[in-house]
């Protein structure tokens, strides 16, 4: 009985972080050249990572497989791209 309860809470908690994520296509659509990195942060969360090179910064919201890539000229969206977002 234990077992199954154990199982079942780790189920749950599965689904419910897999609920809690921003990175879906609604928020990508919200994504627009011009807003600055707080606004992006506020839409998609924090960034996975971020690379900073010469005023150009290229963040990545997710992993390898699912993810989000945005680039900022200053602190504006330049570009971004979206990878296998469901």
Known sequence: MALRLRLLATVIAGFA???????????YAKLKPGLTY?????????PARCDDLMGFKSC??????????VRFAGDQVLLYSAENLR
Do not use: F, H, Q
């Open 38 to 46: 707080e606004e992006v942060k506020a839409i998609l969360g924090n």
């Open 17 to 27: 972080a897999a609920g809690c994520s921003k990175l879906t296509p609604e928020n």
């Open 60 to 69: 990545r919201w997710g992993d390898d497989s699912r993810n989000v890539k």
